[in-house]
């Protein structure tokens, strides 16, 4: 079987399962004791400490570990948001932020706060004069991932952190899919990070609170962690986070270039060989492991169960693989399309052969699937006459509206209307998506009596 999820979750890296063991037996009593046992636990913990502020470029008495990446990026809004109160109680996130950062929006906002969102565009980046354009003088904190984790996008946290700095204003970097490639540029005030992203054990954060940044953690006080993350610290799991994300980036030159080879392939021979294919996210500031395509007329789930069967295991941002049947708030924000959508994510040691067998079983496995949802094979013919349609596409979900669309487009003559019945939130994305791939133009979209109504003029 070939892993190629690992912007989910990162095998256990052999340095990793290395320290965990040791650590097990030496570090399971208390740090803050003063009896051997617990000296020896400190000098455990205070050395990953080192090793991690090391990595992430602070001070290690700025860096504490939580029991996750969302712990982490949970208590750094708050705790930020609650240290600059007095200024203001706004906060300002890109629309693609982690879903961690984006319920920390949501919650503040349920609290009486304001949120602006700040857009990007179809790579998936923002634009650093929009960032700093959204800064206010009520603004509390700003927000911005390092890097996309669905679509492999680096953002400008350079740039945007300048312009934060300038404007007085804090910034937060959710670095969990960069801090194992390598540090994160700019003058940032808060990062956060998550182990399993590189290679450590599940259930370890980090925590960066940069000297001279206001934060009030939030919650009843607890003495571990200086006062930001409650409870007895999980010495093993942190030793082993500490000593694989060390072991990481001294592999990551080398790593890096061998993973952007493959994914270069990947994007490359996967727009060629597969039909009706968009290959989304920047296609040069980005992760060098990650990338991600959809496929027109194909059910998410369906081809992410077909791949599996043929041995690879990858994710998705499809609404078809989503238990609340919406696209993926990245995709959507993008405005690109959600059918199909297949991230694959290379872990380190990720081998060649396996790209390779990848690269050749997924045209077919595509196929296989567009013929079980009868989608059409090829454009639409010249229609003798005819005139506007209605296709009610109302209670079927992706890729069904799009596949009826398609069908259907030939049956109107050049300059006239197909109008889509659809109570699906995919199809406001995947419809628009479709017309740009096959030249056709979307007309915009209404109310209907049930659900929307999606307007396609037939001009090719």
């Known amino acids: 079987?070939?892993?190629?999820?690992?912007?989910?979750?990162?095998?256990?890296?052999?340095?990793?399962?290395?320290?965990?063991?040791?650590?097990?037996?030496?570090?399971?009593?208390?740090?803050?004791?003063l009896y051997r046992e617990g000296r020896r636990a400190r000098m455990l913990l205070d050395a990953a400490r080192e090793a991690a502020a090391e990595a992430a470029g602070c001070r290690p008495d700025e860096l504490v570990f939580t029991p996750s990446g969302t712990r982490a990026v949970h208590s750094g809004v708050a705790g930020a948001l609650a240290g600059r109160r007095r200024v203001?109680?706004?906060?300002?996130?890109?629309?693609?932020?982690?879903?961690?950062?984006?319920?920390?929006?949501?919650?503040?906002?349920?609290?009486?706060?304001?949120?602006?969102?700040?857009?990007?565009?179809?790579?998936?980046r923002v634009e650093p004069a929009a960032y700093a354009a959204a800064l206010r003088a009520d603004t509390a904190l700003a927000c911005l991932q390092s890097a996309n984790h669905e679509v492999g996008t680096e953002q400008p946290?350079?740039?945007?952190?300048?312009?934060?700095?300038?404007?007085?204003?804090?910034?937060?970097?959710?670095?969990?899919?960069?801090?194992?490639?390598?540090?994160?540029?700019?003058?940032?005030?808060?990062?956060?990070?998550?182990?399993?992203?590189?290679?450590?054990?599940?259930?370890?954060?980090?925590?960066?609170?940069?000297?001279?940044?206001?934060?009030?953690a939030q919650g009843p006080a607890d003495e571990r962690e200086?006062?930001?993350?409650?409870?007895?610290?999980?010495?093993?799991?942190?030793?082993?986070?500490a000593a694989s994300l060390r072991a990481v980036r001294a592999e990551a030159d080398a790593e890096a270039a061998r993973l952007r080879e493959l994914v270069e392939r990947i994007r490359a021979r996967v727009a060629e060989s597969v039909p009706d294919v968009e290959v989304v996210g920047d296609p040069v500031r980005r992760l060098p492991h990650l990338v991600t395509f959809s496929c027109l007329y194909v059910d998410g789930e369906t081809l992410l169960h077909e791949l599996d069967r043929a041995g690879f295991s990858v994710s998705s941002g499809s609404s078809c693989t989503s238990s609340t049947l919406t696209p993926s708030h990245v995709l959507r924000a993008m405005g690109v399309l959600s059918e199909g959508n297949v991230r694959v994510s290379l872990p380190f040691g990720a081998q060649e052969a396996d790209v390779e067998r990848f690269l050749e079983v997924l045209p077919g496995a595509v196929a296989g699937v567009r013929e079980r949802f009868g989608a059409p094979a090829s454009s639409p013919a010249p229609a003798a006459g005819g005139g506007d349609l209605v296709v009610d596409a109302l209670g079927k979900r992706c890729p069904i509206p799009v596949i009826e669309?398609?069908?259907?487009?030939?049956?109107?003559?050049?300059?006239?209307?197909?109008?889509?019945?659809?109570?699906?939130?995919?199809?406001?994305?995947?419809?628009?998506?479709?017309?740009?791939?096959?030249?056709?133009?979307?007309?915009?979209?209404?109310?209907?009596?049930?659900?929307?109504?999606?307007?396609v003029r037939r001009t090719a």
């Not at 030496?26 to 004791?33: C, F, I, K, Q, T």
């Not at 960069?178 to 182990?195: C, K, R």
């Not at 050049?414 to 007309?443: F, K, N």
Request: aromatic share 6%; net charge negative.
């Open 157 to 216: 946290v350079a740039e945007v952190a300048e312009a934060c700095r300038a404007a007085g204003v804090p910034l937060l970097v959710d670095a969990a899919q960069s801090l194992g490639w390598g540090p994160v540029a700019g003058d940032w005030s808060l990062l956060t990070a998550s182990a399993h992203k590189w290679g450590g054990p599940a259930g370890v954060g980090l925590l960066v609170v940069r000297k001279g940044v206001r934060f009030a």
């Open 226 to 241: 200086s006062g930001r993350a409650a409870g007895f610290e999980n010495l093993p799991a942190i030793v082993a986070a």
């Open 405 to 455: 669309l398609a069908k259907v487009i030939g049956d109107v003559p050049v300059g006239a209307t197909v109008t889509v019945l659809s109570d699906d939130e995919a199809a406001r994305l995947d419809i628009p998506a479709w017309c740009e791939m096959r030249g056709q133009e979307y007309v915009g979209e209404r109310p209907a009596e049930r659900g929307s109504a999606y307007e």
């Open 1 to 33: 079987m070939a892993y190629f999820d690992s912007a989910s979750s990162a095998p256990l890296h052999p340095v990793a399962r290395q320290a965990l063991l040791a650590a097990l037996d030496e570090g399971w009593a208390d740090p803050a004791r």
């Open 88 to 124: 203001g109680r706004h906060l300002v996130v890109s629309a693609v932020e982690h879903s961690s950062v984006l319920h920390s929006a949501a919650a503040h906002e349920a609290d009486g706060g304001t949120v602006t969102e700040v857009p990007v565009g179809r790579g998936g």
